[in-house]
């Protein structure tokens, strides 16, 4: 079975720094897919970056950028220029585009922001 | 964008009673809705999957005489709550998926007190 460990219950930043939050999976797919989502203090979900497994580029969305390393399975976010805005709670999640059909989260990285 | 509306944004119920929560996917059409539920400070917990037209698929441990899952058509599934106790107060959260392996949308989440 797949599952999805983030090692670091809580994290802090000073404003303007860079941060990494990890994240590690297993599973005996090749092909899938994996996402970081952020939960801010609204509770909304939103989607941070999306990764597809195949692809050998680490994705980017502006300020924030991930470190994939298949081999090791391993899927860690970096935010660059944080900002008050980042404080939230940030999921790692991977979905198998094969048999059932679901989304595994991690436990979250709570992350604060300091001014 | 895809947006995924989820109401009530919160419910106050006696004990006993049923709640029903809807999750509408507004411009697109979901094959696959999920459902889950999520405890102060803690991850998502997916309770069930449920495709258009077909029963619900309930992960373990959760009772689907109690929490009843329909998904009517490709815009509309719901959970309903049937005798709620207090036990049963949390934050649900409802998502959809147009296609495998694209980002999941999230419903902004309904808060559930049961006195």
């Known amino acids: 079975a797949q599952t999805v460990t983030q090692s670091q219950p809580e994290m802090s930043v000073q404003e303007a720094e860079t941060v990494t939050l990890s994240c590690t999976y297993d599973t005996s797919e090749s092909n899938y897919y994996l996402f970081w989502y952020k939960q801010p203090p609204s509770r909304q979900m939103i989607l941070v970056i999306r990764?597809?497994?195949?692809?050998?580029q680490n994705a980017t969305e502006n300020r924030f950028s991930v470190n994939f390393q298949k081999a090791a399975k391993s899927f860690s976010l970096k935010i660059s220029d944080s900002q008050l805005g980042d404080t939230a709670m940030y999921f790692c999640?991977?979905?198998?585009?094969?048999?059932?059909?679901?989304?595994?989260f991690g436990t979250g990285t709570r992350l604060k922001v300091l001014a | 964008g895809a947006v995924v509306s989820q109401h009530p944004s919160w419910v106050i119920c006696k004990s006993g009673t049923s709640v029903k929560i809807e999750c509408r996917s507004l411009?697109?059409?979901?094959?696959?809705m999920f459902w889950y539920r999520q405890f102060p400070k803690q991850s998502l917990m997916l309770m069930a999957t449920s495709n258009e037209g077909s029963k619900a698929t309930y992960e373990q441990g959760v009772e689907k005489d109690k929490f009843l899952i329909n998904h009517a058509s490709l815009t509309l599934s719901t959970l309903t709550v049937t005798s709620a106790h207090p036990e049963d107060s949390s934050f649900y959260i409802c998502?959809?998926?147009?296609?495998?392996?694209?980002?999941?949308?999230f419903g902004s989440g309904t808060q559930l007190s049961v006195l």
């Open positions: 411009d697109f059409q979901a094959t696959t």
């Open positions: 990764q597809e497994a195949y692809k050998q």
């Open positions: 999640a991977f979905m198998s585009p094969s048999g059932t059909y679901k989304y595994i």
């Open positions: 998502s959809a998926s147009r296609v495998r392996g694209e980002k999941l949308f």
